[in-house]
């Protein structure tokens, strides 16, 4: 199992640090997310993995929103 977590405080995209508003087309705003992701060793060779990306949601921008909440999952087979 993994467990990550990314934060930025507040950032600015003009030289004079002016943004009216970071949550908006063509701002940049501070965020807080965290991911999660379990990891299966079914056999020797086979493996599952499911995961959560934005585990909290949270929508945050830079120049356009990144995506929310989104789920992958992995069935892997090695040689």
């Not at 930025?8 to 999660?36: C, E, I, P």
């Amino acid at each position: 199992m993994a467990y990550g977590a990314r934060y930025s405080g507040a950032q600015y995209r003009t030289l004079n640090n002016a943004d009216v508003n970071g949550y908006t087309y063509q701002g940049v705003s501070k965020y807080f997310t965290t991911d999660l992701r379990v990891r299966w060793q079914i056999t020797r060779q086979w493996s599952a993995a499911v995961g959560i990306d934005n585990l909290n949601n949270y929508q945050y921008w830079n120049f356009h929103p990144y995506p929310q909440r989104s789920y992958n999952a992995e069935l892997r087979f090695d040689l």
